[in-house]
Structure formats: C-alpha cells, structure tokens
C-alpha cells in the first residue's frame, strides 16, 4: 500500500515535517514544537498509557515522552508504508529517535486489536488517553471510525479478561500450587508414567471429540454403535453423560477450576483404561479424586502465564494445549490435533441453547437441578434461569448469546487454523486433516512427569517481583480488584509473597 505521505519540508523554525500528498501537514509549518507543548499541557493529570492517532514527525511524541516519562505510548500511523517513509534514514525525522525504546509501541491499523491487547494491561496501568494529531485526522477522517471501533474491540476484549483474571485469580493459582503439590507428593509414592498400552491412542481410528451439548442427546447413540471404531475424547462436563449411556471414554479433558467441576468425576465406572488430562488451573480436589482411585492422571499447561515458569523449572513435560479464551471443547480438539488424528468428529458442540436446556441428559446440573426441585422451583425453571442469566438472540433458528456466538467463531477459526477443513451436518462437526504430513506429537503426552514442589517455591523466592510480573498478572489482577489498590509494585508484592508462603495441607 501507498504511504499518505510524499516528502519533508523544513517548519519556519528550522524542524523537519511529513507532507501529504494533498500538499497538507500534519504538524505546525512554523513552530511544531510549541503546537506539541500546547497539546501536552492541556492534558489534566498523569495517565499510565497514551494512545497516539497520527505520529507524524515524532515531535509530539518527543513532548510526551518527556512529560510522562514513565508512561507507555502506543502509536498509530496506516500502514507500514507510512513507517517505511517516517524511519527513513533520508528523511532524518524525531520518530527515528524512539525505535529502540521500550515503553514506545508502533501500530498499523489492522495491527491495533492484537497489539493494544498483548501491551494494555489493566492490572499496571490505571487509565489511558486518547491524543490525536488534528491535522493528521483531518488528513485521514474517513479512517478514523474504523481506527475508533478496533480500539473499542481491544478495549472490550481487554475488559472482560481482566475481570476474568480478577475473579479466578486467586483460585487458577491455588490449583496451580495444589495440583503441583499432588504431582510431586505423587512421585514421592511411586514413579508416576504412564505405562499402560492402552492408553496409546489408535490413529487409525477416528477421534471424537465430546461436549456436552443438548443435541448429545440425539447423537449419542452414533457412539454406542461405533464404539470400536471411535477414539473418544470427552470434555469435562460430558464426562458424566457418557457414563450414563456406559460408555467409557478414552480420554478426558478438564480446565474448569471450580469447586462445582468436582461433580464431574464422581462415578464408579471401571476407568482403568481412561487417560485424564487436567490443566494445572484446573480444581485440584478433582485430580485428588482420580489419584486416589489410582485414576491416570496428567497434567497439561494452557494460557495461565504462571505455567511458562514451571516448564522452565521442572526438567519433566507439561504439554500444552490451546483453549482459546477458556473453552473446553478447543482444548480437547486440540488434543486430538496433536495426536495426529486425521479424521475428527465432534458432538454436542452446539453453542446454543436447544430443547429449552442448556445441557444434555446426565450432566452434574441434571443431578443437582432435580435434587433441589420442588413444585415452585422445579428443574425446568432452573435451566431457564441458568440460559437467561445473559440476553439471548435467534441465529440460525437456535438460542445463543454473544458469548456462546464468540466461543462458536473461536473454535471455527482453530480448526481452520490447523489445517483441518471443516461440514457440518446433523448437529456434528466433521473435520478432515489437509496436511497429511503434519507431524504428530503424541509422544510428548506420554513422557513421565516429576516435580519437586518444596524446591520450586525456593527457587521462586529468588526471582525479583519485575521478573515475576508477567507469571503473576492474574493473581495480581485478582489482588488489584479485592484490595482496591493501584500501585502496580505493591500488588506484584502482595502476589509474589502470597505464591511464597502458600503452605496450604492438602
């Protein structure tokens, strides 16, 4: 694409300033410098986080840089030819000043969403501003709406996983800490691998990928007929379901840290053959459970930043899998990819709400609903206040609402971007492996993992709360939120300190 800029013109007071093509600047053609210090001193008070519409020259940023020293800029110009023509060597402009500094981040326009959202953190910084360079809006007003709504996007996204952060926090590292305490009590009692040739999943088979959707109900004799035929991998939540129906899954896949995903895993079925893969944030009383009837338990990492550091610590392997913004029915898909399996179905992934429930046949809620039913609150009137606990839209015909919509454009999106190709019929996914050269890894799952908990908290205690500021955001959100406090280096304290001498008995 074409740069919106054409050449350099030397101001009245001797600076150095873009043209357009229109022959307009974006800056003073006489004292730039004084026009950025006015800007700089209108703004009222200190912010954290500046965002720039319209770098131009750099002259602004200069004046900002100096005001609010210690604050981050995040700069956006149209594309990468505008940056191409702005650090020219050539053209001498202060922008080339602030490439190599750390708190001044340069976007393009398709590139704000996923840059604002990796570098705004809500924990660290308290507020930002929005500056624009009037003469470069001008210049460019039929891109500003689109500029606008990407920043509300990543402001959004950035919102709802900072409250996400903030309400599991606290629990995602308690489980952390418990279920790396059980592993490493685990290998004090046994060397714990996984031996058993059952477990190996048969690729020649093809994997079916299980979530506990209310369209199960219709599909789930598919499985009971093709049960030898299947490699079932069953979410947490479906766990139950298929166990009603006596059918025993292959593997299970968890994620949930909540007390209430305990639930899930009481059964007397004979699991001797079922491999659980449990995300180290997932509930630790879960696991617990599954250790003590000698269950095959294995751990997994996801997003949680704070896994990054018990990978680098622990000479064992913690496979990782992808769950998109907390999703299980993608971390078990993925499990599936990174098998290798080339034939993939999914059932009672429906992302709406069907039938008037939420869930399908033998789930925990099932159990739990009827228990406590009575005349006036019965079942039925509990599954519809669990699926209007949000606003519900028609698509397609089926219920949903704008979460369940994303979660649905996310695990799409995945599929595609493992090169699978993606039908869907008759309320199943279909998925067909396009790169049939794609290395499998299935190996990695199968490794001994060992941990040595009492000589990873030492270890932590010497790491500086700075080097631990990226592990510890969530607990730092979570502490942000519960103690009302704003400095960013009294929260990481609080974290650093609360991981140090968490000394909870199991």
């Not at 001193?41 to 900002?64: A, Q």
């Not at 460019?140 to 920043?151: G, H, L, S, V």
């Not at 599954?383 to 028609?394: E, G, Q, S, V, W």
Request: charged letters at 20%; glycine letters at 4%; aromatic letters at 14%.
């Amino acid at each position: 694409m074409k740069s919106i800029y054409s050449s350099i013109m030397t101001t009245k007071n001797g600076s150095q300033i873009p043209v357009f093509h229109s022959g307009r600047t974006a800056e003073s053609k006489y004292n730039p410098q004084l026009e950025a210090q006015r800007i700089v001193d209108g703004i009222e008070k200190k912010f954290d986080f500046f965002i720039l519409i319209g770098v131009s020259s750099g002259i602004l940023l200069k004046s900002l840089v100096q005001a609010f020293n210690d604050s981050v800029f995040f700069c956006i110009e149209l594309n990468e030819s505008d940056y191409s023509f702005l650090f020219s060597t050539e053209n001498n402009l202060e922008i080339r000043n602030f490439i190599n500094y750390s708190n001044v981040h340069f976007s393009t326009v398709d590139e704000i969403q996923n840059k604002l959202c990796q570098i705004y953190l809500p924990v660290k910084y308290n507020d930002f501003k929005i500056i624009e360079t009037r003469g470069w809006k001008n210049e460019n007003k039929d891109f500003i709406p689109q500029i606008y709504e990407r920043i509300q996007k990543a402001v959004n996204f950035i919102s709802t996983d900072f409250s996400t952060q903030a309400h599991f926090g606290k629990l995602w590292m308690n489980n952390i800490l418990n279920n790396l305490k059980l592993l490493s009590a685990q290998n004090h009692c046994k060397s714990y691998t996984i031996q058993n040739q059952n477990l190996i999943p048969d690729l020649k088979k093809t994997a079916v990928v299980i979530a506990a959707g209310t369209t199960l109900d219709n599909t789930v004799h598919i499985l009971q007929e093709n049960r030898n035929s299947f490699y079932i991998i069953s979410t947490d939540t479906a766990f139950s379901c298929l166990i009603k129906y006596k059918i025993i899954p292959d593997a299970v896949i968890s994620i949930d840290g909540q007390n209430i995903s305990y639930n899930h895993f009481l059964h007397n079925a004979d699991v001797s053959n079922t491999l659980f893969l449990f995300d180290l944030t997932s509930n630790y009383k879960a696991c617990k459970y599954l250790y003590e009837k000698n269950s095959n338990v294995y751990y997994f990492t996801g997003g949680h930043p704070f896994s990054v550091l018990v990978q680098n610590f622990s000479d064992s392997f913690f496979p990782n899998l992808f769950s998109g913004a907390g999703t299980v029915t993608i971390a078990a898909t993925d499990f599936a990819f990174h098998c290798g399996f080339e034939n993939i179905q999914v059932f009672g992934a429906d992302f709406s709400y069907q039938n008037g429930k939420a869930y399908a046949k033998g789930t925990y809620l099932d159990v739990l609903y009827h228990k406590d039913e009575n005349k006036i609150c019965n079942a039925e009137f509990l599954y519809d206040k669990l699926m209007f606990r949000t606003p519900l839209r028609l698509m397609d015909e089926k219920l949903t609402t704008q979460l369940l919509q994303s979660y649905k454009n996310s695990f799409e999106e995945f599929i595609i971007k493992n090169s699978y190709s993606i039908k869907y019929e008759n309320s199943i996914y279909y998925l067909t492996q396009n790169n049939k050269n794609k290395t499998a890894v299935i190996t990695d799952f199968l490794k001994t993992q060992t941990f040595d908990y009492n000589k990873f908290v030492h270890s932590i205690q010497k790491y500086s709360t700075q080097e631990l500021q990226i592990p510890l955001l969530p607990l730092a959100a979570y502490f942000k939120v519960k103690m009302k406090k704003n400095d960013f280096s009294e929260i990481l304290n609080l974290a650093h300190s609360y991981i140090v001498e968490y000394n909870n008995i199991i």
